[in-house]
């Protein structure tokens, strides 16, 4: 079974930076996307960004050109820095692995964190 377990949240004021952590316990097959998405009150589970398993990088609208998402399998951790941050960066951010089909979608992801509250002021 696998465990993803989020760490790095908390608040930052504008233009500031955070770096997010998931270790992925348990992982020891690497299958499908592994994905940052976010979530506010009142909105849906968006992607923040994705790594394809061919490697390949996508980022959601207004995460574009500011934040990176990386996986070091030595750690067995991903990771989303935030740079530039923004008071609309503001939400619940969940990890996902093992993302199946459209990668950008969050019901095709088999697992998930608890989730790290990000708040920018």
């Known amino acids: 079974h696998v465990q993803l377990v989020e760490s790095g949240g908390g608040s930052v004021q504008a233009g500031g930076s955070l770096s997010l952590s998931c270790a992925a316990r348990g992982y020891t097959q690497r299958s499908g996307c592994l994905a940052w998405f976010r979530q506010v009150p009142g909105k849906e589970r968006g992607m923040v960004a994705q790594i394809q398993d061919d490697g390949m990088k996508h980022y959601g609208g207004t995460a574009k050109g500011r934040f990176t998402i990386s996986w070091d399998n030595a750690k067995n951790t991903l990771y989303l820095q935030m740079n530039s941050s923004k008071p609309l960066d503001t939400a619940m951010y969940y990890c996902?692995?093992?993302?199946?089909?459209?990668?950008?979608?969050?019901?095709?992801?088999?697992?998930w964190g608890q989730g790290t509250q990000v708040t920018v002021s």
């Open positions: 996902a692995a093992e993302g199946g089909g459209l990668c950008r979608r969050a019901d095709n992801y088999k697992y």
